[in-house]
């Protein structure tokens, strides 16, 4: 199983390379764009990701996930491109005409969200830019199952430096605002429509098969409502849940775009996450026919929720000294930093306990899932943000991802029932408390805020797998194994070695 283990580190390394670079980028950035652009414009800009976010789900159809479950069905190259190719020209016609109509109502959505219609035009540009940016799945996902990592972090990675770059230059240079935010994100996309158009030459054809749309629609379409109450429950509708519940009056467009960056910096390991998950669906799909399967993901179930806590722990320690340290007009956020965090957390936790769900083609479930996390998300927003403000979408994020979580796994369980170590699980969890306890203990108040981002990282870094080895969570060929990964991953070229006899398993716990 360690070769697995070293297998699927070693491509979330390569694919969270790229992220981690051009999040550091863009954080560094972060003071000069708040000194151009205002409390307000950053609430239009989080209203404008909700339309991103809720129209890219709609855009997709489900059959995203359904092209890379399929493709694993496909044993020659005649029926992938097959496979591809339904999958486009579907995706072509019906959300061609969606977008028809959406332009259409673009004043009606300006109104809706902004209590004005001059915003219609930047709700069309990111229609049109959600629209074209809903076919790259095809070549990305390819390049995920064929272990091209490399070539799949070099287009992500180039991706987000070039709009990082014309952010710049289009917010800081030419002074246009949040059309300059938003306008890169528009150009890029045409720039890699036209780079990835050797991909689809060599994957689309004029053919199409009713049997594998119905194929991909049967196990996607369960995904739509879904992937569209994600979004309810997720950060990235919070900035309107907060238009529709705050009160009119003042504008409350600043305290959107308050909560919006502490989301923003709470949304971090997001960056881990998304890297995981690149890895992480081929991963499971290649070992679910293995006898071990069930075992190797437990174990990696264990690893992954301990890298998380430790890395929310660290995380909520230092979030007010960061942005105090980095933006001290958006210092009021900080609050917001750890609930969002958990949050991203308890995502992590849906990512591992449910592959059962898409290993056995369930995904029917996945709707009634998260239907009534949607229904407990709304529910918890009605009640607290007029009570707790901006903090109230913050609860309700951790409350509603927390429900995901058990409500997925208790389905996953039923059709795929996997060992869990649980003894082990708590264990983390309990370090991840107490290390997060003791960075946060008052430090003298006179403390540059940099020193104390450094005091309290360091805290956790040495208290968290402190408090691991006192309550016995690690294994001595655990640790042995551990050295072996850390050498592996840090090595510039790693080396192939003989293959080694696997050592049996011990049962989780």
Same mark, same amino acid.
């Given at each position: 199983?360690?070769?697995?283990?070293?297998?699927? =580190?070693?491509?979330?390394?390569?694919?969270?390379?790229?992220?981690?670079?051009?999040?550091?980028?863009?954080?560094?950035?972060?003071?000069?764009?708040?000194?151009?652009?205002?409390?307000?414009?950053?609430?239009?800009?989080?209203?404008?990701?909700?339309?991103?976010?809720?129209?890219?789900?709609?855009?997709?159809?489900?059959?995203?996930?359904?092209?890379?479950?399929?493709?694993?069905?496909?044993?020659?190259?005649?029926?992938?491109?097959?496979?591809?190719?339904?999958?486009?020209?579907?995706?072509? &016609?019906?959300?061609?005409?969606?977008?028809?109509?959406?332009?259409?109502? $673009?004043?009606?959505?300006?109104?809706? %969200?902004?209590?004005?219609?001059?915003?219609?035009?930047?709700?069309?540009?990111?229609?049109?830019?959600?629209?074209?940016?809903?076919?790259?799945?095809?070549?990305?996902?390819?390049?995920?199952?064929?272990?091209?990592?490399?070539?799949?972090?070099?287009? !992500?990675?180039?991706?987000?430096?070039?709009?990082?770059?014309?952010?710049?230059?289009?917010?800081?240079?030419?002074?246009?605002?949040?059309?300059?935010?938003?306008?890169?994100?528009?150009?890029?996309?045409?720039?890699?429509?036209?780079?990835?158009?050797?991909?689809?030459?060599?994957?689309?054809?004029?053919?199409?098969?009713?049997?594998?749309?119905?194929?991909?629609?049967?196990?996607?379409?369960?995904?739509?409502?879904?992937?569209?109450?994600?979004?309810?429950?997720?950060?990235?509708?919070?900035?309107?849940?907060?238009?529709?519940?705050?009160?009119?009056?003042?504008?409350?467009?600043?305290?959107?775009?308050?909560?919006?960056?502490?989301?923003?910096?709470?949304?971090?390991?997001?960056?881990?996450?998304?890297?995981?998950?690149?890895?992480?669906?081929?991963?499971?799909?290649? $070992?679910?026919?293995?006898?071990?399967?069930?075992?190797?993901?437990?174990?990696?179930?264990?690893?992954?929720?301990? &890298?998380?806590?430790?890395?929310?722990?660290? %995380?909520?320690?230092?979030?007010?000294?960061?942005?105090?340290?980095?933006?001290?007009?958006?210092?009021?956020?900080?609050?917001?930093?750890?609930?969002?965090?958990?949050?991203? $957390?308890?995502?992590?936790?849906?990512?591992?306990? =449910?592959?059962?769900?898409?290993? !056995?083609?369930?995904?029917?479930?996945?709707?009634?899932?998260?239907?009534?996390?949607?229904? +407990?998300?709304?529910?918890?927003?009605?009640?607290?943000?007029?009570?707790?403000?901006?903090?109230?979408?913050?609860?309700?994020?951790?409350?509603?991802?927390?429900?995901?979580?058990?409500?997925?796994?208790?389905?996953?369980?039923?059709?795929?029932?996997?060992?869990?170590?649980?003894?082990?699980?708590?264990?983390?969890?309990?370090?991840?408390?107490?290390?997060?306890?003791?960075?946060?203990?008052?430090?003298?108040?006179?403390?540059?805020?940099?020193?104390? +981002?450094?005091?309290?990282? !360091?805290?956790?870094?040495?208290?968290?797998?402190?408090?691991?080895?006192?309550?016995?969570?690690?294994?001595?060929?655990?640790? &042995?194994?551990?050295?072996?990964?850390?050498?592996?991953?840090?090595?510039?070229?790693?080396?192939?070695?003989?293959?080694?006899?696997?050592?049996?398993?011990?049962?989780?716990?």
């Amino acid at each position: 199983m360690f070769a697995k283990v070293k297998h699927l =580190s070693l491509n979330l390394v390569v694919y969270g390379m790229g992220d981690v670079a051009v999040s550091i980028a863009g954080f560094c950035l972060l003071p000069l764009f708040t000194r151009i652009l205002s409390e307000s414009d950053y609430g239009v800009i989080y209203l404008l990701l909700t339309v991103e976010l809720v129209a890219k789900v709609v855009f997709r159809w489900g059959v995203d996930a359904s092209f890379m479950r399929l493709y694993y069905d496909c044993h020659d190259d005649r029926s992938r491109r097959r496979l591809a190719s339904t999958i486009f020209l579907f995706l072509l &016609a019906v959300n061609g005409a969606i977008l028809a109509l959406a332009l259409g109502a $673009t004043p009606f959505i300006a109104r809706r %969200l902004f209590d004005e219609g001059g915003h219609g035009r930047l709700v069309a540009l990111v229609l049109v830019n959600t629209f074209v940016g809903g076919f790259f799945f095809i070549p990305f996902h390819v390049l995920r199952m064929e272990r091209k990592s490399l070539q799949f972090s070099a287009l !992500t990675f180039s991706r987000a430096v070039s709009t990082l770059v014309l952010r710049v230059l289009l917010v800081a240079v030419a002074r246009l605002g949040v059309l300059g935010f938003i306008l890169p994100d528009i150009i890029v996309t045409s720039v890699f429509a036209v780079v990835l158009a050797r991909w689809f030459a060599g994957m689309v054809r004029p053919t199409f098969s009713m049997e594998v749309l119905r194929q991909a629609l049967r196990f996607g379409l369960p995904r739509v409502p879904h992937g569209v109450a994600q979004q309810v429950m997720g950060p990235g509708t919070d900035a309107a849940l907060l238009r529709a519940l705050l009160p009119p009056v003042p504008d409350p467009k600043p305290k959107i775009g308050v909560y919006g960056m502490g989301m923003t910096f709470g949304l971090i390991l997001k960056f881990f996450l998304s890297a995981f998950e690149y890895a992480w669906a081929p991963f499971y799909f290649e $070992t679910m026919k293995e006898a071990d399967a069930k075992v190797t993901f437990s174990r990696i179930t264990t690893y992954g929720v301990a &890298a998380l806590v430790f890395m929310t722990a660290g %995380l909520s320690a230092i979030a007010f000294d960061l942005l105090r340290l980095v933006l001290r007009g958006f210092a009021q956020a900080a609050p917001v930093v750890p609930w969002i965090a958990i949050g991203v $957390t308890f995502q992590g936790v849906y990512l591992l306990t =449910s592959i059962g769900l898409n290993i !056995t083609k369930r995904t029917r479930y996945y709707p009634i899932a998260t239907g009534i996390t949607a229904a +407990v998300n709304v529910g918890c927003n009605i009640v607290l943000i007029p009570r707790y403000g901006i903090l109230g979408p913050a609860y309700s994020n951790v409350i509603s991802y927390a429900t995901l979580a058990a409500i997925s796994m208790y389905f996953s369980q039923r059709c795929y029932p996997i060992s869990y170590e649980w003894n082990r699980l708590a264990r983390v969890v309990l370090a991840g408390v107490i290390a997060y306890g003791l960075a946060t203990w008052p430090l003298p108040a006179l403390m540059h805020s940099l020193v104390g +981002v450094l005091v309290r990282a !360091t805290i956790v870094a040495v208290a968290f797998p402190g408090c691991l080895a006192l309550t016995g969570f690690f294994r001595n060929r655990e640790l &042995a194994r551990l050295r072996q990964l850390v050498r592996a991953i840090t090595s510039a070229r790693p080396r192939r070695k003989p293959a080694e006899a696997e050592e049996p398993e011990e049962t989780p716990q």
